[in-house]
C-alpha cells in the first residue's frame, strides 16, 4: 500500500513560484513508482502535467513546459513539482499520482489548491 500526500499549494500572483511536494509512505520499492503530477481546473478534466519514470525521464504537457520542473529526493520519499512563472490558467487543483511498475496500480494523492491571482 502506498500513501500520498500533496502540500505547498496556496494563493499567488501572476508570475510568481510556488513548490508542490509530495510526500509518498508505504512498503513499496522506490525504484519500481512511475511519479506525476496532475491538475483539474474547475469545470475541466483531469489532466496530466508531468511525470518522472524509473529512468528519471521527464514529460511535460505543452502548457507548462519551461515553466514548471518535476523532480524527487535521492530516495524518491518526495515528489516535487516546481512551478515557475504561474498564469491564472495555471488555477487548479494539484495531484500527486504513482504507479507501481509491473503491477500497474495507481495511488492518488488528495489534491492542494493552487489559485494564481492578482
Not at 496530466?48 to 524527487?72: H, M, P
Not at 504507479?99 to 494523492?109: A, I, N
Amino acid at each position: 500500500q502506498v500513501q500520498l500526500v500533496e502540500s505547498g499549494g496556496g494563493l499567488v500572483q501572476p508570475g510568481g513560484s510556488l513548490r508542490l511536494s509530495c510526500a509518498v509512505s508505504g512498503s513499496i520499492s522506490r525504484s519500481s513508482l512511475i511519479m506525476n503530477w496532475y491538475r483539474q481546473g474547475l469545470g475541466k478534466q483531469r489532466e496530466l502535467v508531468a511525470s518522472l519514470n524509473r529512468e528519471g525521464l521527464t514529460n511535460y504537457d505543452d502548457s507548462v513546459k519551461g515553466r514548471f520542473t518535476i523532480a524527487t529526493d535521492n530516495a524518491k520519499n518526495t515528489v516535487y513539482l516546481q512551478m515557475n512563472d504561474l498564469r491564472p490558467e495555471d488555477t487548479a487543483v494539484y495531484y500527486c499520482k504513482v504507479v507501481v511498475w509491473g503491477l500497474w496500480k495507481e495511488y492518488w494523492g488528495q489534491g492542494t489548491q493552487v489559485t494564481v491571482s492578482s
